[in-house]
């Protein structure tokens, strides 16, 4: 596969998330699959997934946990095997009713036309306060968190 070729599934991707269409996500990642979301308190989603099942269980939690308010993909950028894709989201915690402004960073990596890896990266701090239970002195449920 090119690198066009691969712009191309991981931007059907995108499509098919915002979709929630994940059982057809799912197919463009192979068995062994790896799913890095950086490690971060109080978020139930955060952390490694190895292969499908895990993978599906971290946008079933996902789903659980938060919900998009926005989820805007904002550039893509391949060559090789890799797709750098960077975005913007504003994301609400269901548990705590607090959203939070997001903006990240994803990169894949492909093996024959489907993702053998996958890295996010962006600002964690603004999550884990959104996702913190209650606690004195803390924001008030609604109002929007930044990075």
């Not at 499908?52 to 971290?58: Q, T, V």
């Not at 946990?65 to 913007?88: M, N, Q, S, W």
């Not at 093996?111 to 209650?134: I, L, M, N, Y």
Request: hydrophobic fraction near 40%.
């Amino acid at each position: 596969m090119d690198a066009q070729e691969n712009k191309r599934i991981v931007m059907e991707g995108y499509r098919m998330f915002q979709a929630g269409d994940i059982p057809h996500l799912l197919e463009r990642y192979h068995d062994d699959a790896l799913w890095i979301e950086p490690d971060a308190e109080n978020i139930p989603f955060a952390g490694k997934h190895q292969g499908k099942a895990e993978i599906a269980r971290f946008f079933q939690q996902l789903d659980e946990c938060a919900e998009a308010l926005r989820f805007e993909p904002k550039e893509f950028i391949a060559e090789g095997d890799k797709v750098v894709v960077t975005g913007e989201a504003t994301w609400l915690a269901r548990n705590t009713g607090r959203s939070y402004d997001s903006p990240w960073v994803h990169v894949f990596t492909l093996r024959d036309g489907k993702v053998a890896h996958f890295q996010s990266f962006h600002d964690t701090a603004a999550g884990e306060r959104a996702f913190r239970p209650e606690q004195a002195g803390q924001t008030a449920a609604g109002a929007p968190l930044h990075h």
